[in-house]
């Protein structure tokens, strides 16, 4: 089942020692050492790599292959975003970030996915300008060929192993770098190929090379750019899973329908928000516990969840504000005190109900009330005066309490 999240905050603690107890199940502990270690261990590989292949690319004249060690500098770049946003995302939730850290690792992307359109083209435009005088271009040789090959095979084993703690700790920032780790590889097979080519007789095939791995650079940079504004300016979840999300919703017991769900990624965990709708008259507690169900069962159901905010409404208000404004307890209050004051001695409570723009009042009095007919009648007048002369009260009923346990 594809990535998510979930649940509530006005029951945060509730919540969040929910998501505790969940990651413990699933995860390992120190997901933040996991993510470093993958993190330095990219580095120190890229480190080697770069120094290897730009010196070597200087020594055996391949373009290509100084390209390609530009890009493993890159590489080497976004090790060290990693390594700092991971340091600052893991950190807890505080006063000033209630939602916690994530989204440094989101920049962190935004920012490494900027410098590789910037270094791609710089490649680009350098080995452009070479072309334009063939006669000066580097030619190749064996050992181009072999530093490549042995470049290949580190940077796929690179790939698998940093794809692994991905998966492990849910990181969407080490994913799109171990694929940015495979990419090396990939500019690799390229460079191969070039230099082999050249080798073989056709002197531009290096130049045409370099220009291919500049490319993919920009490409690479182009989509961890454009995934990491989504997140930022909170686009989202895929259709897919917010169409399982209201399947998941739908057959909780007492949810009568959904008129607002909204979601959206942060970090590796995504946020919903979801507005349901459950029977008007039952209790507010009972209500809380529907809404308490849907946040157990989306936190359960979805690996990634981390917030639900569960909203529980009787009806779809969406087009309450085009209407009149209901009375509030005090309105209802106040009308009571001035029609009714010889009812006031007897009433126990009363409810209301906000139903369709209007409001429905339950006054409850003892039941030893009930057979004074003439007191009685009395108020039923007064109440049917009342809900004529106030337009936002649709019903008011009387009700007699009777003690069971007596």
């Known amino acids: ?11 945060h603690s509730h919540k969040h020692s929910h998501k505790i107890e ?15 270690r993958a993190s330095y261990v990219g580095a120190c590989v890229n480190i080697m790599q770069t120094l290897i292949k730009i010196t070597f ?17 890159s590489d080497l770049m976004s090790d060290a975003l990693v390594i700092t946003a991971v340091r600052l995302g893991s950190r807890e939730a505080d006063k000033e970030h209630p939602y916690g850290h994530r989204r440094f690792e989101t920049i962190a992307g935004v920012i490494l996915g900027g410098s590789l359109i910037v270094i791609g083209a710089g490649i680009g435009w350098s080995v452009y300008e070479r072309m334009s005088n063939p006669e000066n271009l580097p030619v190749p040789n064996e050992l181009s060929l072999a530093i490549t090959a042995v470049s290949i095979l580190l940077n796929e084993w690179l790939y698998h192993y940093t794809k692994r703690i991905a998966k492990i700790t849910r990181s969407k920032l080490l994913l799109a770098n171990a694929w940015h780790q495979r990419s090396d590889a990939f500019s690799s097979i390229v460079v191969l190929i070039g230099i082999g080519a050249v080798m073989l007789g056709y002197p531009l095939a290096d130049a045409i090379a370099a220009i291919l791995v500049a490319i993919l650079v920009i490409k690479i940079g182009l989509n961890l ?47 919903i928000d979801a507005h349901i709708i459950v029977d008007p008259r039952i209790s507010v507690s009972e209500g809380h516990r529907i809404g308490d169900m849907v946040r157990d069962e989306l936190i359960a159901r979805f690996d990634d969840v981390m917030e639900v905010l569960v909203h529980v409404d009787p009806e779809n208000d969406e087009a309450l504000a085009n209407h009149i404004k209901p009375l509030t307890r005090a309105n209802v209050q106040e009308l009571l005190t001035e029609n009714l004051p010889e009812l006031l001695p007897y009433l126990e409570d009363f409810r209301i109900h906000y139903l369709e723009y209007k409001i429905e009042i339950e006054l409850i009095i003892p039941f030893a009330l009930s057979n004074q007919s003439e007191l009685i009648e009395n108020i039923n007048e007064k109440l049917a005066n009342i809900k004529h002369n106030v337009p936002q009260i649709e019903t008011i009923l009387l009700f007699f309490k009777h003690d069971c346990s007596n």
């Open 1 to 11: 089942m594809g990535k998510l999240h979930l649940h509530g905050k006005h029951q």
């Open 22 to 36: 969940k990651e413990a199940e699933k995860l390992p502990p120190n997901m933040a050492k996991l993510k470093q």
């Open 57 to 73: 690319g200087i020594l055996g004249q391949s373009a290509a292959l100084v390209a390609d060690g530009i890009h493993s500098l």
């Open 225 to 271: 750019t454009i995934e990491g504004i989504k997140e930022l300016v909170d686009t989202a979840l895929p259709e897919n899973l917010v169409a399982e999300i209201r399947t998941v919703i739908y057959d909780i017991d007492g949810v009568e329908d959904i008129h607002l769900l909204r979601t959206r990624y942060m970090g590796e965990d995504a946020l």
